[in-house]
């Protein structure tokens, strides 16, 4: 392997495990659950993104094939992560805010948790009240 | 493998290792019901750049397939139950 690809490929890696790292440091520290869901989504994509483009480096300058499994996982993490994000997120505002703070619905529409609906939802009669996980 | 890229893959495999034991810590002590299903999404992330470094560190395809596999029942796993908390029902 050349020199050139061996710091390459040691760069990435050191990228990619800064941000994971931050990206698990923020889960346990940041203050409430929105900005917890700011730091993995963001960071852990990128590290794993970094990672990713590490082992594609990896396959091209140690036996010089161009290797399209990486870019299929990191194509389907960066079209995955903002739509499991989305969900957690709704999931916590809907769980844990109250009516009147939610944004807006559509107009002669009403929010699923809060519709007619909601009275078939067993976790949605559950709550009562509504909490804060803060 | 060269000197310098061994302490490169040890020092992501002993980041993305803390990263997880955080996530760990999350999913054991979390004050809400979202924050364990983000911090259990996030373990399956971490443990797709943890396979694509053993990956690397055996000089391997092999693992891409265990790789996919984890990307693909982490997303759907995450959703399932981002709708369960949501609604208490998957399929509605």
Redesign the interface.
């Known amino acids: 392997m050349s020199a050139l690809g061996e710091i390459v490929i040691a760069v990435l890696l050191v990228i990619g495990g800064g941000f994971g790292l931050v990206g698990g440091w923020g889960l346990v520290r940041l203050p409430d659950p929105m900005t917890r869901l700011h730091a993995p989504t963001k960071a852990a994509t990128l590290g794993v993104g970094a990672v990713l483009v590490a082992s594609m480096a990896t396959m091209w300058f140690r036996f010089g094939i161009l290797s399209w499994h990486e870019f299929l996982i990191a194509l389907f993490l960066f079209l995955t992560a903002p739509v499991t994000g989305l969900f957690i997120a709704k999931a916590h505002m809907h769980l844990s805010w109250k009516r009147e703070e939610l944004p807006p619905p559509a107009p002669g529409a009403d929010w699923a948790t809060y519709g007619d609906s909601a009275a078939e939802s067993p976790m949605v009669a559950a709550l009562e009240e509504p909490r804060r996980s803060e | 493998m060269?000197p310098?890229?061994d302490?490169?893959?040890l020092?992501?495999?002993?980041?993305?290792g803390?990263?997880?034991?955080?996530?760990l810590?999350?999913v054991v002590f979390a004050?809400?019901?979202?924050?364990r299903?983000?911090?259990l999404?996030?373990m399956a992330?971490?443990m797709?750049?943890l396979l694509?470094?053993f990956?690397?560190r055996e000089?391997t395809?092999m693992y891409?397939e265990a790789?996919?596999l984890f990307?693909?029942v982490g997303?759907v796993s995450?959703?399932a139950y981002?709708?369960?908390?949501?609604?208490?029902?998957i399929i509605e």
Not at chain 2, 82 to 89: E, H, M
């Open positions: 060269s310098l890229l302490m490169a893959l020092f992501a495999f002993g980041c993305f803390l990263a997880q034991l955080c996530c810590y999350r004050p809400g019901l979202s924050d299903v983000l911090a999404d996030t992330i971490n797709i750049a694509t470094l990956g690397i000089g395809a891409f790789t996919m990307a693909m997303f995450t959703v981002a709708k369960f908390v949501l609604r208490g029902d």
